[in-house]
């Protein structure tokens, strides 16, 4: 075995003695006895020239050094079985797996995933729905697309495509509203915070009434969700008014399903975004997805 295959023997012994804080599992894992892993890690630290672990009466500890270098090896790691991910499966084929938020996923993606299968057969989609951003570093996530500000600077973030907000409600209710000049005590407010950083279910009904000057009692009266689609389905119901974001109500409002009331729209300061690591961005598959996302999100501003 040459210098650099010992190194990376020892670096991948690390990797799992460190990931498991334990000589003894790490041993199972590698098939190895407990001294023999002991000893490639205290090989390890002489060729390094630091300490890796502090070995405490009952358990293992990181080293801050120790600490530095996981997070590397880590990411290394992940770059380089990547790569030969893309050049074993020739570029479009393979799995890819992506993040998303869930009324976007519920109603721009999956009603078009059959026209991707068609395009790509031999890409797979692992999709993982959720409203936060994932960890990229902790979890296996290649890309995300998230209704978000742009506030990424440790990350490569591509705005999509921008949102507006406009109030939405089923047809039976419009007339209601504000028909002697008050708002209607019985008809209330519909509050949806999915995917938006401030815990204030309220903001973007006060951003709303603050652009348009609507001195609206959007506390006094409501109901929240922290799901979009939620919301939605509750205007369509006729639970009351849903502050809506556009693209997300458009398929109700040709539908007829739901109408808007007030007709004015705001800019709603957040977009939906591609957000991935800067090293995955050229990946043929990730370029394949984003690509054809940006094609459906353009035909739906037509």
Request: glycine residues 6%; hydrophobic residues 45%; proline residues 5%.
């Amino acid at each position: 075995m040459s210098a650099q295959e010992n190194l990376l023997a020892l670096l991948h012994t690390f990797e799992i003695a460190a990931h498991h804080l334990s000589f003894t599992r790490a041993a199972k894992t590698l098939n190895l006895t407990q001294g023999a892993v002991s000893q490639r890690i205290r090989h390890l630290e002489t060729l390094l020239g630091f300490r890796l672990f502090l070995r405490l009466t009952r358990k293992l500890q990181l080293t801050d050094e120790g600490g530095r270098l996981l997070n590397v090896l880590s990411m290394s790691l992940k770059r380089i079985n990547d790569e030969i991910e893309d050049i074993r499966v020739q570029g479009l084929r393979g799995t890819l797996s992506v993040g998303l938020p869930p009324t976007f996923a519920f109603l721009w993606l999956i009603p078009r995933l059959a026209e991707f299968r068609a395009r790509w057969p031999g890409l797979n989609i692992n999709f993982r729905v959720r409203a936060g951003l994932v960890d990229f570093n902790l979890e296996r996530v290649d890309a995300a697309i998230y209704y978000s500000n742009l506030r990424y600077p440790d990350l490569y973030c591509e705005r999509l495509a921008d949102e507006a907000l406009v109030p939405v409600c089923a047809p039976a209710l419009k007339n209601s509203l504000l028909a002697n000049g008050d708002w209607p005590a019985d008809i209330p407010f519909i509050h949806a915070s999915e995917s938006v950083d401030s815990q204030d279910v309220f903001s973007e009904w006060r951003e709303w009434c603050q652009v348009t000057n609507q001195p609206l009692p959007v506390e006094e009266n409501f109901m929240s969700f922290n799901n979009c689609q939620m919301a939605i389905e509750a205007a369509v119901s006729g639970c009351g008014v849903a502050m809506g974001r556009k693209r997300l109500i458009k398929k109700y409002v040709a539908a007829g399903d739901l109408v808007m009331p007030f007709e004015q729209e705001i800019p709603a300061g957040h977009g939906y975004d591609l957000i991935m690591p800067r090293e995955n961005l050229n990946r043929p598959g990730i370029v394949a997805f984003s690509q054809w996302v940006k094609e459906i999100l353009r035909e739906g501003s037509n």
